[in-house]
């Protein structure tokens, strides 16, 4: 089995560390024409990154970087490199600097995809034992949006301030009329990840503490990143938040309510084991902590109605009380999670298949999916299909939240 290296999270501790370790990596396809690429059961990960270069007859012109390919034995071993040089402000790339962010690149690929696998792995699992249909492999790309070149008068990056700069962050991507970001390439409807290679450099968080300097905010070197995006994966198969199934696939949205963002913080930190999802990246200590940790004690009098209000920061209500939910159901049941997780997969479910219908329509479906009292109902429906005997835990832990189950749900 090939190997590669990559991150890995200790959830021990205040916050968690992590520390780069070689690890094996599961579920590759067999190899293509004599090399193994890093293409699997669960995902698919490519290389978006392209540079300027001078030739030898000194004339610049793009190279792409292509996909990471295995060393002589057969393993995906790079440096992470603080995440990465900024290959966007310089008129050419010079080879020190191309190795260090070809470096950090395929680091990422590697890390991506071994993240990918861990919870693509476990929700198939979870589904598995459901009776459900299994998700559809996912295609992530790696320094995606990289601002560093330009092809018929369009850089592929993010425009901002009167200049175009690489994207920072992630994001989870389905065929659609207009983007945010324009996507220069078609995109898959089943959904694409795309993580940015970042541009600004971070002095807090796992990240700089494990390098002992400041680093990069590359979103593929950073799991709970990763993990998110998948959650939007998750959703979009499960409970079709968007109500995308009733769209052409080459016409679905990309738009993300709050309850959306809420469980894919919840998947993040049902994969790291601890609350505080953004440690990677920002400082987490006794005087500060992340408004997105899921220790967070919002409640719905906390929810912002405005419109632009951000989807996040709302959904952080809605993950908090899942995390808070899970946390007491392991301390009952000592199984690390596994009955919440479950029952949470289960209820995604069971929102998918609520609609303002016969016949649905798109605005009435998506209204009721993205409501919260119609999630927890869901919920508490799945717990009564799975469990039956954890109700007053769960109806009691939303409470507290000043979330409540519908009286009647069609």
Same mark, same amino acid.
């Given at each position: 089995?090939a190997?590669?290296?990559?991150?890995?999270w200790?959830?021990c501790g205040?916050?968690?560390?992590?520390?780069a370790?070689i690890?094996?990596?599961?579920?590759?396809?067999?190899a293509d024409?004599?090399?193994?690429?890093?293409?699997?059961?669960?995902?698919?990960?490519?290389?978006?990154?392209s540079?300027?270069?001078r030739?030898?007859?000194?004339?610049?012109?793009?190279v792409?970087?292509?996909?990471?390919?295995?060393?002589?034995?057969?393993?995906f071993?790079?440096?992470?490199?603080?995440?990465?040089?900024?290959?966007?402000?310089?008129p050419?790339?010079?080879?020190?600097r191309?190795?260090?962010?070809?470096?950090?690149?395929r680091?990422?690929?590697?890390?991506t995809?071994?993240?990918?696998?861990?919870i693509a792995s476990?929700?198939?699992?979870?589904?598995l034992?459901?009776?459900?249909?299994?998700?559809?492999?996912?295609?992530?790309?790696?320094?995606?949006?990289?601002?560093a070149?330009?092809?018929? =008068?369009?850089?592929d *990056?993010?425009?901002?301030d @009167?200049?175009?700069?690489p994207?920072? $962050?992630a994001?989870y &991507?389905?065929? !659609?009329?207009?983007?945010d970001?324009?996507?220069?390439a078609?995109?898959?409807?089943?959904?694409?990840?795309?993580? =940015?290679?970042?541009? *600004?450099?971070?002095s807090h @968080?796992a990240l700089?503490?494990?390098? $002992?300097?400041?680093y &990069?905010?590359n !979103?593929?070197?950073?799991?709970g990143?990763?993990?998110?995006?998948?959650?939007?994966?998750?959703t979009?198969?499960?409970a079709?938040l968007?109500?995308?199934?009733?769209?052409?696939?080459?016409r679905?949205?990309?738009?993300?309510?709050?309850l959306?963002?809420?469980?894919?913080?919840?998947?993040?930190?049902?994969l790291?084991?601890t609350?505080?999802?953004w440690?990677?990246?920002r400082?987490?200590?006794n005087?500060?902590?992340?408004p997105?940790?899921?220790?967070?004690?919002k409640?719905?009098q906390?929810?912002?109605?405005?419109?632009?209000?951000?989807p996040?920061?709302n959904?952080?209500?809605?993950?908090?009380?899942?995390?808070?939910?899970?946390t007491?159901?392991?301390?009952?049941?000592?199984?690390?999670?596994?009955q919440?997780?479950?029952?949470?997969?289960?209820?995604?479910?069971?929102l998918?298949q609520?609609?303002d219908?016969?016949p649905?329509t798109?605005r009435?479906?998506?209204r009721?999916?993205n409501?919260?009292r119609?999630?927890?109902?869901?919920?508490?429906?799945?717990?009564?299909?799975?469990a039956?005997?954890?109700?007053?835990?769960?109806?009691?832990?939303?409470a507290?939240?000043?979330?409540?189950?519908?009286?009647?749900?069609p």
């Amino acid at each position: 089995m090939a190997c590669g290296r990559v991150y890995l999270w200790n959830p021990c501790g205040a916050t968690g560390s992590l520390t780069a370790c070689i690890v094996p990596l599961a579920n590759l396809d067999d190899a293509d024409c004599g090399m193994v690429r890093l293409s699997g059961r669960f995902a698919r990960v490519r290389n978006g990154a392209s540079v300027l270069r001078r030739n030898h007859d000194n004339e610049i012109g793009i190279v792409a970087m292509g996909d990471a390919e295995p060393d002589a034995n057969g393993d995906f071993l790079f440096d992470p490199g603080l995440g990465g040089a900024r290959v966007d402000k310089v008129p050419y790339v010079k080879r020190l600097r191309l190795r260090h962010y070809c470096e950090a690149a395929r680091f990422g690929e590697v890390n991506t995809y071994y993240h990918l696998d861990r919870i693509a792995s476990y929700i198939h699992g979870l589904l598995l034992k459901l009776g459900a249909v299994p998700l559809p492999r996912i295609t992530a790309t790696v320094n995606a949006h990289h601002a560093a070149t330009e092809e018929s =008068g369009t850089r592929d *990056g993010v425009w901002r301030d @009167g200049r175009w700069l690489p994207f920072q $962050g992630a994001h989870y &991507r389905l065929p !659609a009329r207009r983007h945010d970001i324009p996507e220069l390439a078609p995109l898959s409807p089943d959904g694409e990840i795309h993580l =940015g290679p970042g541009r *600004g450099l971070t002095s807090h @968080g796992a990240l700089a503490q494990y390098a $002992g300097r400041p680093y &990069r905010a590359n !979103a593929s070197h950073n799991a709970g990143i990763i993990y998110h995006e998948y959650g939007h994966h998750i959703t979009r198969h499960t409970a079709d938040l968007r109500a995308n199934r009733l769209r052409t696939p080459q016409r679905q949205s990309n738009r993300k309510s709050s309850l959306d963002e809420g469980y894919c913080d919840y998947w993040s930190a049902s994969l790291l084991g601890t609350p505080h999802i953004w440690a990677w990246h920002r400082r987490h200590d006794n005087q500060t902590v992340h408004p997105r940790s899921l220790a967070s004690k919002k409640t719905m009098q906390d929810y912002d109605e405005r419109p632009g209000a951000d989807p996040h920061l709302n959904g952080t209500i809605w993950a908090a009380a899942l995390w808070e939910l899970r946390t007491r159901m392991t301390a009952k049941l000592g199984d690390g999670g596994f009955q919440a997780d479950l029952i949470i997969i289960e209820s995604l479910l069971r929102l998918g298949q609520v609609s303002d219908g016969p016949p649905a329509t798109l605005r009435g479906t998506r209204r009721l999916r993205n409501d919260y009292r119609t999630a927890l109902t869901c919920l508490v429906r799945a717990e009564q299909s799975l469990a039956g005997s954890h109700r007053d835990l769960v109806t009691s832990t939303f409470a507290k939240r000043g979330i409540y189950p519908c009286t009647s749900l069609p």
